[in-house]
């Protein structure tokens, strides 16, 4: 009878030893990347609400947009922080989305695609935060994804009443 002599190659006292992306997690520089690609869209959102609350003057919409436009500089702020962490460059890029939005006149409309925008960040954030090993940045990232659900929640509200 022969004797089975199966060998690991990976003992299990060795998992510690692995890299984050064994393990499933981004790498420090695939973090860094999608920090930066929130942060120009945060920018973009940032400046969209901005102008938007100045053309509105005063009201519900002006209202709004300026409460969306301090969660957009808090988490621009925020990644920020979390990109130099990483030893990075933060980008100085606005995104695309800003000129888009800006070129759309009726408020209802540009609302609509500010509310569309929002959504992309929470899809990217839904798919990244599994991948995220560091419980601070983790932290952050899920306070922004539940503050971009409220705010869509709230532009959907102004943008049903200013249609």
């Known amino acids: ?73 808090r988490w621009c702020a925020m990644l920020l922080r979390h990109i130099e962490r990483l030893g990075a460059e933060p980008t100085a890029t606005t995104g695309a989305f800003y000129g888009k939005a800006m070129a759309i006149a009726a408020m209802s409309e540009r609302i609509a695609f500010l509310n569309r925008g929002q959504g992309w960040v929470v899809k990217k954030l839904r798919l990244m935060l599994p991948k995220v090993r560091d419980d601070g940045l983790h932290a952050d990232l899920e306070a922004m994804l539940r503050s971009h659900v409220a705010n869509i929640a709230l532009a959907d509200k102004l943008a049903a009443g200013t249609r």
Request: aromatic share 6%; net charge negative; hydrophobic share 40%.
């Open 1 to 73: 009878m022969s004797e089975d002599k199966t060998r690991f190659s990976s003992p299990a006292c060795a998992m510690q030893e692995v890299g984050d992306a064994y393990m499933g997690y981004a790498t420090p520089a695939e973090m860094a990347a999608f920090l930066n690609e929130l942060l120009e869209a945060e920018r973009a959102g940032s400046r969209v609400t901005l102008e938007s609350a100045r053309e509105a003057g005063s009201g519900a919409v002006a209202d709004v947009m300026t409460a969306i436009q301090r969660d957009e500089a």
